[in-house]
């Protein structure tokens, strides 16, 4: 598997490892928020990211990858 943690992060996206969806904040605006898979078996089953926009989600999810060897399975 590659190190590229754009690359690993698009993997976890096509394999299903998060949820991505759109929610609206306090303000009227709306967030991007992944959640994991209902029946996630990894760490964290409940864990929930936000982000302001899309490419911030992007950013946060790449960096999840930088300072691990391998992404996490459920």
């Given amino acids: 598997m590659t190190s590229d943690p754009r690359v690993r992060m698009l993997d976890d996206l096509i394999a299903g490892r998060w949820i991505l969806t759109l929610e ?29 926009d899309h490419d911030a989600m992007r950013a946060l999810l790449e960096s999840r990858h930088t300072d691990t060897e391998d992404p996490p399975h459920g």
């Fill in 24 to 52: 609206p904040t306090a303000d009227g605006d709306q967030e991007v928020v992944a959640y994991r898979p209902i029946g996630w078996t990894g760490p964290n089953p409940h864990e929930r990211l936000a982000a302001p």
